[in-house]
């Protein structure tokens, strides 16, 4: 049987222009990955509208995590998940430099790998 290991803070760069996602596991119906973000926030005026369901985990570092029927950003830190259901629209206000943020993200959609 051939196994798949790495460790979750391994390789994590000092800077980076664009947010980093690496694909842990996809299989039966899911789609684990890490998610590197230095100081990335979601474009001003963007939202993201998945159509999958999506569990995410802020594993290092901090976060604003703003939904559209929300007022405020909810700050994050290490330890904080959320579960954001298919069409929740969210964005990522902002993510810390130092450390950076590492996220680890589980995506569903209604059975079905993303």
């Known amino acids: 049987m051939l196994s ?3 460790h979750l803070f391994a390789d994590i760069p000092a800077t980076l222009p664009e947010e980093q ?3 842990l596991l996809h299989a039966g119906g899911c789609r684990l990955e890490r998610i590197i973000s230095i100081g990335h926030a979601t474009p001003s005026g963007a939202w993201y509208d ?11 570092g901090q976060a604003g995590l703003r ?12 330890g904080d998940y959320v579960w954001i259901p298919a069409h929740c629209r969210h964005r990522v206000e902002w993510t ?13 959609q209604n059975g079905d790998a993303r």
Do not use: C, K, M, Y
Request: charged content about 20%; overall charge negative; glycine content about 8%.
């Open 4 to 6: 798949n290991t790495g």
């Open 67 to 78: 939904f559209a029927d929300e007022d405020a950003a909810r700050l994050l830190g290490p």
């Open 50 to 60: 998945q159509d999958g369901d999506e569990w995410v985990i802020l594993l290092q």
């Open 96 to 108: 810390s430099h130092d450390p950076p943020a590492v996220w680890l993200a589980l995506h569903l």
């Open 21 to 23: 996602f690496d694909i």
